[in-house]
């Protein structure tokens, strides 16, 4: 007569399963919101290196902040990549999520979420970013990542 091991869920007691279900609604609205994102901030950083390759930057209105028209582009160029790379931390962090994988990503995912300027979509990501600090903070869940 042969035993066998009892399966994961025995072992946790389904906590994995109910983390997974807890982390759903979190995760998939951080996915979406960065993914927007992404595309949006993407789209924005291709327009402002043709601005910067093809000399249109001096075609553009004079700036009220004294600084060079080329070098607020360049810094919104600068500032876009900053919102790119947070983006696609948040967004694998995300699926990490959804995987009840890798506690510290999830976490700095979600702490990236909430921050307004670097955020998916400015504000769409902080009720998700949130949302996901709160479950992830529940013992329940923290335990199923291990």
Same mark, same amino acid.
């Given at each position: #007569?042969?035993? !066998?091991?009892?399966?994961?869920?025995?072992?946790?007691?389904?906590?994995?399963? +109910?983390?997974?279900?807890?982390?759903?609604?979190?995760?998939?609205?951080?996915?979406?919101?960065?993914?927007?994102? &992404?595309?949006?901030?993407?789209?924005?950083?291709?327009?402002?290196?043709?601005?910067?390759?093809? $000399?249109?930057?001096?075609?553009?209105?004079?700036?009220?902040?004294? #600084?060079? =028209?080329?070098? !607020?582009? %360049?810094?919104?160029?600068? %500032?876009?990549?900053?919102?790119?790379?947070?983006? +696609?931390?948040?967004?694998?962090?995300?699926? !990490?999520?959804?995987? +009840?994988?890798?506690?510290?990503?999830?976490?700095?995912?979600?702490?990236?979420?909430?921050?307004?300027?670097?955020?998916?979509?400015?504000?769409?990501?902080?009720?998700? $970013?949130? %949302?996901? &600090? +709160?479950? &992830? $903070? =529940?013992?329940?869940?923290?335990?199923?990542?291990?």
């Amino acid at each position: #007569m042969t035993t !066998q091991p009892p399966s994961p869920l025995a072992q946790d007691g389904g906590q994995s399963e +109910v983390a997974r279900a807890l982390l759903r609604g979190p995760a998939i609205g951080l996915i979406v919101s960065a993914s927007i994102c &992404l595309v949006c901030v993407g789209l924005a950083m291709a327009f402002s290196a043709f601005l910067l390759a093809s $000399g249109m930057t001096e075609h553009l209105p004079e700036p009220s902040t004294g #600084m060079s =028209k080329s070098s !607020q582009v %360049w810094i919104r160029f600068a %500032w876009g990549g900053a919102m790119f790379a947070a983006n +696609v931390v948040i967004l694998i962090a995300a699926v !990490q999520m959804l995987r +009840v994988r890798k506690y510290g990503l999830a976490k700095t995912g979600a702490i990236l979420a909430v921050i307004p300027c670097i955020g998916p979509c400015l504000v769409l990501g902080i009720p998700f $970013g949130i %949302w996901a &600090l +709160v479950t &992830l $903070g =529940k013992s329940g869940v923290r335990t199923a990542f291990r």
